[in-house]
């Protein structure tokens, strides 16, 4: 049973707009938020994360943000480019170095130019 | 230059003959785990390791078996492969004390086919 959620397997969208990503999670007890990124014949590394003592993270064009009693974070790319098509997987863990992580499905972001 | 290398990248074979995809990383990690992708499923942990001769189970362990008898060396070991084990693997390591899974450091993949 999935404890990490991504209802939106694609995302399309022009260049320069914003592009928001949805992870749903069911286990309270996640305390820790990842995001990575994945392109095409590559493994996935990291973008941004977020603690659960937070609501909000930013890192340049990325914004995370957390909505606890939701159980709902989303991933905020703004302005989108090309270069950013790509395979964004959500993460949960129980802390910031727990060794079991918990992925969603992905989200594949295809930025039109 | 840091990495984790896998191999081999494709893998075609078939069902019951025992495989084993390698992976290596040369960053002195003390952590490696095992991830296989699926479409809609994403990334799923089947072991990890913690440290030389010390494995666990991950969330979907069942018909494989890994080994760390080096700290660079983590390879997964299917005994008899079924076509419910094609996917994409990924290994990754990151070091074990003071680090976080940001630091989680990913190899490009094996595709396994099984037939």
């Known amino acids: 049973d999935q404890q990490v959620k991504q209802n939106s397997p694609s995302l399309s969208v022009q260049e320069g707009r914003i592009s928001i990503l949805n992870c749903d999670y069911t286990?309270?007890?996640?305390?820790?938020f990842l995001w990575y990124k994945k392109y095409p014949a590559e493994g996935p590394t990291f973008l941004i994360s977020?603690?659960?003592?937070?609501d909000k993270n930013e890192d340049g064009r990325f914004t995370v943000f957390l909505n606890k009693s939701a159980k709902h974070l989303s991933l905020h790319i703004v302005p989108s480019q090309p270069g950013d098509s790509a395979v964004y997987f959500c993460a949960a863990s129980f802390s910031s170095n727990d060794y079991k992580l918990s992925f969603g499905a992905g989200t594949t972001v295809t930025v039109r130019a | 230059e840091a990495q984790v290398t896998q191999n081999p990248r494709y893998l075609i074979t078939v069902t019951g003959k025992k495989l084993t995809v390698t992976c290596s990383q040369n960053?002195?990690?003390?952590?490696m785990s095992w991830y296989r992708q699926d479409p809609g499923l994403g990334l799923r942990q089947i072991y990890y390791s913690m440290n030389v001769e010390v494995t666990d189970k991950g969330d979907v362990p069942e018909g494989y078996k890994v080994s760390r008898k080096e700290k660079r060396n983590f390879p997964l070991i299917l005994e008899s492969p079924s076509p419910n084990q094609t996917s994409l693997y990924f290994c990754?390591?990151?070091?074990?004390?003071?680090?976080?899974?940001?630091?989680?450091?990913f190899g490009s993949g094996t595709q396994l086919s099984v037939l």
């Open positions: 977020i603690s659960s003592i937070k």
């Open positions: 960053m002195n990690h003390e952590y």
């Open positions: 990754a390591s990151r070091y074990t004390a003071y680090a976080t899974n940001e630091k989680l450091f």
């Open positions: 286990n309270s007890m996640f305390d820790y």
